[in-house]
């Protein structure tokens, strides 16, 4: 029997339009101002960016396509795990729905996922008060 990872999806409704929600955050020099995750971010090369975080240096591998508004990632932790992350904005109305997943791998302990989840909603949480 394949062991199942958890995986917890976390969303937020943002009063701005979906293309500019995603043009914000699709430019990873951003990150610094609304993700905790994101505040030791450097690039690596065109494809690559690095964060150093309590729970060691994370490898973020960005699969954006802006004609989808996705924001999907591949981060690759500490142990060498891929996580890949749904990361998407969607249309709601006039606005957008800011919409991410993340993943707990088997050498994440459930310690770190918990820091990875609080992570996550305070990142929508962040990218809503600065797009409103």
């Known amino acids: 029997m394949t062991r199942l990872f958890r995986?917890?999806?976390v969303s937020v409704s943002i009063n701005a339009k979906p293309e500019r929600v995603w043009e914000f955050v699709a430019d990873l020099n951003n990150w610094k101002q609304f993700s905790d995750f994101g505040k030791n971010l450097e690039k690596?090369?065109?494809?690559?960016?690095v964060t150093h975080?309590?729970?060691g240096d994370i490898?973020?591998?960005?699969?954006?396509?802006?004609?989808?508004?996705l924001l999907d990632q591949i981060c690759i932790i500490p142990s060498g795990e891929e996580q890949f992350i749904?990361?998407?904005v969607v249309p709601n109305g006039e606005g957008s729905e800011l919409?991410?997943?993340n993943q707990?791998?088997?050498?994440?302990?459930?310690?770190?996922?918990?820091?990875?989840l609080k992570w996550v909603k305070?990142?929508?949480?962040n990218i809503k008060k600065i797009m409103e």
């Open 7 to 9: 995986f917890d999806t």
């Open 44 to 49: 690596i090369n065109e494809n690559e960016w």
């Open 53 to 55: 975080t309590s729970q």
């Open 99 to 101: 919409i991410m997943t």
């Open 86 to 88: 749904p990361y998407r």
């Open 122 to 125: 305070d990142e929508l949480n």
């Open 104 to 116: 707990q791998t088997a050498t994440v302990s459930n310690k770190d996922y918990a820091e990875q």
């Open 59 to 69: 490898k973020v591998i960005p699969k954006f396509d802006k004609g989808h508004l």
